[in-house]
T-cell receptor
Framework: GESVGLHLPTLSVQEGDNSIINCAYS??????FIWYKQESGKGPQFIID?????DKRQGQRVTVLLNKTVKHLSLQIAATQPGDSAVYFC???????????FGKGTHLIIQP | DTAVSQTPKYLVTQMGNDKSIKCEQN?????MYWYKQDSKKFLKIMFS???????INETVPNRFSPKSPDKAHLNLHINSLELGDSAVYFC??????????FGPGTRLTVL
C-alpha cells in the first residue's frame, strides 16, 4: 500500500491523550473554514467547520479554534482513539464558487 | 445510500489515451467540483460548476474538461493522457458555498 506521511508533518500521540493539529491559512478574506479527515484509500470526510464571525466551535470530541489576527486555525481532538488515525486537512473558502483551498495536511498517528 | 459516488475507483491506462471519470451526487446539491490529489497528498481544486457557471483553475491543462449532463452528475474527461496526470481525483458537491462532501476518489495511473 501507499506510504502515508512521508511528505507530511506528523503528529504522534498516545491513545487517550488530546491532539492539537494546527493550520495557517493564507487569505484574510476567507470567511469559512473546514477541517477534513482523510483515511487511507478514502475521500476527505467533513469533521467540523467554522465561520469567520466565530472564534470557537465545538463538536463531539472535536473543537475548532480560529484566530483571525494571525490567520491560524486549530483542531483539538479529545481522548484520541485509534480510529482517529488519518491525515487531517484544513481548508478555507474565500467565498464564491471557486472551491476550497486546502492546507498541506497533518498525519495523526495514535500510539497504543 | 452513497452521497457522492465516483467510477471507476481505479483506472490504469497508457499515455496518449482519452479517459473519463464519472461522478454522481444524490444530495440535491447545486454545485459540484473536481479536485486532484498528488503523491504528496496535496489537494488542489480543478473545477467548480453549477448550472450557471464553470470556474476553471488556471493551472489545469485544457486536456481536462468537465461535462455535466444534469445537476446530479459532473464527469471529468481527459484527453491525451500524460504521465504527470497520475494522481487521485476527487469529486465533491455542495449547496452554494456550504460544506463540500467528497467522493471516494479515482486513482488514475498513466503508464
Amino acid at each position: 500500500g501507499e506510504s502515508v506521511g512521508l511528505h507530511l508533518p506528523t503528529l504522534s500521540v498516545q491513545e487517550g491523550d488530546n491532539s492539537i493539529i494546527n493550520c495557517a491559512y493564507s487569505n484574510s478574506a476567507s470567511d469559512y473554514f473546514i477541517w477534513y479527515k482523510q483515511e487511507s484509500g478514502k475521500g476527505p470526510q467533513f469533521i467540523i467547520d467554522i465561520r469567520s464571525n466565530m472564534d470557537k466551535r465545538q463538536g463531539q470530541r472535536v473543537t475548532v479554534l480560529l484566530n483571525k489576527t494571525v490567520k491560524h486555525l486549530s483542531l483539538q481532538i479529545a481522548a484520541t482513539q485509534p480510529g482517529d488515525s488519518a491525515v487531517y486537512f484544513c481548508a478555507e473558502n474565500m467565498g464564491g464558487a471557486d472551491g476550497l483551498t486546502f492546507g498541506k495536511g497533518t498525519h495523526l498517528i495514535i500510539q497504543p | 445510500d452513497t452521497a457522492v459516488s465516483q467510477t471507476p475507483k481505479y483506472l490504469v491506462t497508457q499515455m496518449g489515451n482519452d479517459k473519463s471519470i464519472k461522478c454522481e451526487q444524490n444530495l440535491g446539491h447545486d454545485t459540484m467540483y473536481w479536485y486532484k490529489q498528488d503523491s504528496k497528498k496535496f489537494l488542489k481544486i480543478m473545477f467548480s460548476y453549477n448550472n450557471k457557471e464553470l470556474i476553471i483553475n488556471e493551472t489545469v491543462p485544457n486536456r481536462f474538461s468537465p461535462k455535466s449532463p444534469d445537476k446530479a452528475h459532473l464527469n471529468l474527461h481527459i484527453n491525451s493522457l500524460e504521465l504527470g496526470d497520475s494522481a487521485v481525483y476527487f469529486c465533491a458537491s455542495s449547496r452554494a458555498q456550504d460544506t463540500q462532501y467528497f467522493g471516494p476518489g479515482t486513482r488514475l495511473t498513466v503508464l
